[in-house]
C-alpha cells in the first residue's frame, strides 16, 4: 500500500495536531499519532499524555480490536526501547501495522533505532514526512534531548528603560495582573523554576503556579535555588507542593546537568537579576521572556547587569520571535540570532 506524499503531510499535520493535547512538561515530548486504512481513512487516534502513561502509538492502537494491514503515521520516530512502558516499534509490528510514516528521528540515545527494527520487520517506513513542522513544534524538547541540557527560558519584568526596581530596592508591581497571570500559565508549562538566593532571601517567593484565583494548577514546576547561602528554615519555598532542590553551587552548567539526569527538559529562570545575567553571560539561555511595563524609573537597578560585554562588538544579538500585548504590557519573546556569532548552543 502506498499513499501519496499530499495524503501523508496532511495526516501528519493532523498528527500533530493531536500531538498538542499532551503536556509540554515531565521529560517527554508531544507525540500524536493516527491510525490509517488503505483509503486514507482514519480510523484511531491517539496522542502522549505524559510519562509513564502509553505512548501516541500504543494510545491509537488501544482505540481498535485489529490494526493489521494499517498504516500509522506518527509525529516521531517509533520508539525502541523498554522504559515505563514497552517499545512502539514492538507493538506496531504485534499489531500487523504494515507501513509506518513519522516526521522526526527520535534523537535518545537509548529510544532511537525504532525505524531500522521496523524495517528489519518488514514494515515499509518513510522517515520526514513534515519534518520542519514537527521539528519547531517540538524544538525546546528535541533541544534539550540532543545535547543533554535542559532548554532554558530566561524571564524578566522591567519598566521600559530596563529597571526591575527603584533605587530602594523595591519593586511590586511594576507590570499588570494580565502579566502576573500569564508568568503563571509559564511556570504551570515548566518541569523546574529557577531562581537565586539572592530572590529567595529579598523576596520569600512562594514560586507556586496558580490561577485566576490564587488556586494552584495542576502542575506545579520544582523550585531549584541556586547560590552557595543555605534557603532559610522559614522560607515559603520549604513547603511547596512539588518539593525543593537546593543546589548550593554556583555552577550552572553542573547544575543544569543534574536537573537534565532528573529527567526535566524545560527550566524557567525567573532570576532575580544576578542569577539571569550569569545564565546570560555563560551563553545557556535558550529563550528570552521579557515584560515591558509603560513606567520609567531609572537609577541603579538594572533588569540585567554584567554579561561579559566589554565592547559592542561583543553584543548578544537576539532575534525577536514574537510580541504581544498584556493589557497595558508588553511581552517580548526572543531567542539568539541565528546570526550572531558571539552566543550558541
Ligand atoms: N524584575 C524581575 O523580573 C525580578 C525577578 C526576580 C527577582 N527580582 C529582584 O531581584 C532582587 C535580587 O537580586 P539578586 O541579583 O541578588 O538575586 P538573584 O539573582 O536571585 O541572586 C543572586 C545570588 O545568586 C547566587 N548565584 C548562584 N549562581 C550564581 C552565578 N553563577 N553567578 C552569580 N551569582 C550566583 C549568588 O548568591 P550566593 O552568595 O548565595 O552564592 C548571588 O548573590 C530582589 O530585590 C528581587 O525582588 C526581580
Redesign the pocket.
Known amino acids: 500500500m502506498t499513499q501519496s506524499s499530499v495524503t501523508d503531510a496532511t495526516l501528519m499535520r493532523h498528527a500533530l495536531s493531536l500531538a498538542a493535547h499532551g503536556p509540554l512538561t515531565g521529560g517527554n515530548p508531544q507525540v500524536g499519532c493516527v491510525l490509517v486504512d488503505a483509503h486514507g481513512t482514519i480510523v484511531a487516534e491517539g496522542w502522549h499524555r505524559g510519562a509513564g502513561t502509553p505512548h501516541a502509538e500504543v494510545d491509537a492502537l488501544s482505540k481498535i480490536p485489529s490494526a493489521a494491514g494499517l498504516t500509522a503515521v506518527v509525529t516521531l520516530e517509533p520508539c525502541n526501547h523498554t522504559g515505563r512502558t514497552g517499545p512502539c516499534s514492538t507493538a506496531l509490528i504485534a499489531a500487523g501495522v504494515v507501513r509506518v510514516v513519522y516526521a522526526v528521528s527520535d534523537p535518545g540515545a537509548t529510544s532511537s533505532g525504532g525505524a531500522d527494527h521496523l524495517r528489519e520487520a518488514g514494515v515499509e517506513v518513510e522517515g520526514g514526512v513534515l519534518a520542519a513542522e514537527v521539528e519547531a513544534f517540538i524544538h525546546p524538547w528535541l533541544t534539550a534531548t540532543r545535547r543533554g541540557r535542559p532548554w532554558v527560558t530566561v ?4 519598566s521600559l528603560d530596563g529597571r ?2 527603584a533605587a530602594d ?1 523595591t ?1 511590586q508591581w ?1 507590570t499588570g495582573t494580565a502579566t502576573r497571570q500569564r508568568v503563571h500559565e509559564q511556570r504551570a508549562d515548566s518541569d523546574a523554576i529557577l ?6 532571601l ?2 520569600d517567593p512562594s514560586l507556586t503556579a496558580r490561577g485566576d484565583g490564587g488556586e494552584l494548577m495542576p502542575h506545579q514546576p520544582v523550585p531549584v535555588v ?4 543555605p534557603v532559610p528554615q522559614a522560607a515559603k519555598l520549604r513547603s511547596h507542593p512539588a518539593g525543593l532542590i537546593e543546589t548550593h ?4 552548567e553542573q547544575v543544569l546537568a543534574g536537573l537534565f539526569g532528573r529527567g526535566i527538559r524545560r527550566v524557567f529562570v ?7 545575567s ?1 545564565f546570560i553571560a555563560g551563553g545557556l539561555v535558550d529563550e528570552y521572556l521579557v515584560y515591558l511595563a509603560p513606567t520609567l524609573i531609572g537609577g541603579p537597578k538594572t ?1 540585567i547587569g554584567d554579561i561579559g560585554v566589554g565592547t559592542i562588538g561583543e553584543q548578544r544579538r537576539l532575534a525577536i520571535t514574537a510580541i504581544e500585548r498584556l493589557g497595558d504590557d508588553i511581552l517580548l519573546v526572543a531567542r539568539v540570532s541565528t546570526s550572531s556569532t558571539s552566543e550558541g548552543f
Open positions: 524571564k524578566w519584568a522591567s526591575a526596581a530596592g519593586s511594576i531562581v537565586g538566593t539572592g530572590t529567595v529579598a523576596d541556586v547560590g552557595e547561602r553551587s554556583r555552577d550552572l525567573e532570576g532575580g537579576p544576578g542569577v539571569a550569569a533588569a
